[in-house]
């Protein structure tokens, strides 16, 4: 049975830790090891990594780069990138280890329930799970039509590392939708799947800018990086801690 190495790329999140690290610590199988790729936090983020017992690397920050250091750096065949902000189901592992066992799946990936402490965003939950078919059946119909769906961070991603490293990860340039283009470069292996299992993701970007103005700057950031605006994504898709 392979192994699953969970990379963590991490910025500032003091706030979302301290429940995931409860949460991973519970999980059924347990993964072989946690990567925590810290991008130079300065609140208390270093602390609480220390206190997990992870495996914790520094790098610069940028998701893509972070997640590439982690990647990198894992000693399992199989590798899940999940965001400090979403939370797991308890058996992640063993679904991990399920679909993978399908040489056919290059990459795969939950789907996120979002949620806040008092609400669940219905909405924008299926804003996220309709946007992994329109978004590839309109910037590459090509792709759409072999199957391929779009997926992104929140969606817990996972592959063989291998694999990840053959297609040469994800591009460092790319401060913003780097898991899209991953999964167009992924779907030349093989396919690139949903899987129906949720795992529950921070509605913080909703709570701070409101959920018609989050669902518009989560389709527009689709747009702009589906046409080449790649320098002005990470202006229009802040970081929200």
């Not at 699953?4 to 993964?31: N, Q, S, W």
């Not at 769906?149 to 929140?154: E, N």
């Not at 527009?220 to 046409?227: E, H, L, S």
Request: aromatic share 10%.
């Amino acid at each position: 049975m392979n192994e699953v190495t969970i990379v963590i790329p991490v910025l500032d999140e003091e706030r979302a830790l301290p429940r995931l690290i409860g949460v991973l610590a519970a999980l059924d199988p347990k993964p072989a090891e946690i990567i925590a790729v810290d991008g130079g936090s300065t609140d208390d983020t270093k602390a609480l990594l220390q206190s997990a017992g992870w495996r914790v690397l520094q790098t610069a920050a940028g998701r893509a780069i972070q997640i590439n250091a982690g990647v990198a750096a894992a000693r399992s065949a199989n590798v899940c990138v999940l965001h400090a902000d979403t939370i797991p189901p308890r058996d992640m592992i063993a679904v991990i280890q399920r679909v993978l066992a399908d040489r056919s799946i290059a990459l795969a990936g939950f789907t996120p329930l979002i949620k806040g402490p008092d609400t669940t965003r219905w909405f924008t939950t299926f804003h996220n799970w309709i946007k992994t078919w329109y978004a590839p059946l309109l910037t590459r119909p090509h792709l759409f039509f072999q199957g391929v769906r779009l997926l992104f961070g929140d969606h817990a991603m996972f592959f063989r590392r291998a694999e990840y490293l053959a297609v040469g990860g994800c591009d460092p340039g790319t401060p913003v939708m780097e898991e899209a283009d991953l999964c167009i470069k992924m779907a030349r292996l093989g396919k690139v799947k949903l899987v129906p299992r949720w795992v529950e993701t921070s509605d913080r970007r909703i709570a701070a800018w409101g959920p018609v103005k989050a669902n518009w700057i989560y389709f527009k950031v689709g747009i702009m990086w589906a046409f080449g605006a790649r320098a002005r994504l990470e202006r229009e898709y802040p970081n929200i801690r």
